[in-house]
């Protein structure tokens, strides 16, 4: 198992990010917060504090959340991208993030958080 973490949830769909929560309070992690929308999350993140995100790539009334990756990248916390069946590639910026399918599992997101804090 990987250090605890504080993992950000941006996630539109609140039944998901309960179950997200779960899972990471269930791997020890702590959740540093849920966000929605791209300003929802670039607020979370203004407050710092944040070593993971898992970002889904379409919010609320489908907005994209490249903006929130961009900001991800320029400032090096590592994020998983989450997706249920998104089938555009990522802008080519964020093409080598590591993916996360849903439906998601406990062993999924603790592999998948196991395997982005082994490459920071």
Same mark, same amino acid.
């Given at each position: ?49 944040? !070593?993971?995100? %898992? ?5 609320? $009334? #489908?907005?994209?959340?490249? +903006?929130? &990756?961009?900001?991800?990248? !320029?400032?090096? %916390? ?5 997706? $249920? #069946?998104?089938?555009?590639? +990522?802008? &080519? ?14 062993? #999924? ?12």
């Amino acid at each position: 198992m990987t250090a605890p973490l504080s993992v950000l949830i941006v996630e539109d769909e609140p039944l998901i990010a309960m179950m997200l929560e779960d899972f990471l309070d269930s791997l020890g992690h702590k959740v540093a917060g849920t966000a929605d929308t791209v300003s929802e999350a670039t607020a979370r993140l203004d407050q710092g504090g944040v !070593d993971l995100v %898992i970002l889904d790539v379409r919010l609320r $009334g #489908g907005e994209p959340s490249w +903006p929130v &990756a961009d900001r991800l990248a !320029d400032h090096g %916390i590592p994020y998983l991208i989450s997706t $249920g #069946g998104h089938v555009d590639p +990522p802008p &080519a910026r964020h093409a080598g993030a590591p993916q996360l399918s849903k439906p998601f599992t406990l062993d #999924g997101i603790e592999r998948a958080l196991n395997e982005i804090t082994s490459s920071v």
